[in-house]
């Protein structure tokens, strides 16, 4: 689409910043797939004896474990990055960031506040 559209991009490496905070994990780049990921946060969860969505409700609530934080986190820090990136290249270049819905996460009950 972007092709089609004549659109240019521009793709930016954002590991030295996920190593600078010290969440980059090269095993779990190399594994992708948001249906492996999916199922695999599903199954930590079902053995919990939670879902998703009552762990993100405990998130806001200030009741997770410190474990769980910790995972949360690591997680969350990719995207937050990608957003400090992409708004510090639409800064330098006279750009706005444009955003829109992301259906899979919407499916996945999926939240990261960047904001």
Request: proline share 3%; hydrophobic share 35%; charged share 30%.
């Amino acid at each position: 689409m972007i092709e089609r559209l004549g659109i240019e991009t521009e793709k930016i490496n954002i590991s030295p910043i996920l190593r600078g905070l010290g969440t980059s994990n090269l095993f779990l780049s190399a594994i992708s797939g948001r249906e492996f990921w999916k199922d695999m946060v599903n199954k930590y969860l079902h053995k919990r004896g939670q879902s998703t969505k009552a762990e993100y409700l405990d998130s806001l609530k200030g009741k997770l474990d410190p474990p769980m934080r910790k995972m949360i986190a690591k997680i969350s820090s990719k995207h937050r990055a990608r957003v400090l990136v992409a708004y510090k290249f639409a800064e330098e270049n006279n750009y706005i960031v444009a955003g829109s819905a992301h259906k899979t996460e919407n499916m996945l009950d999926y939240f990261v506040n960047t904001e």
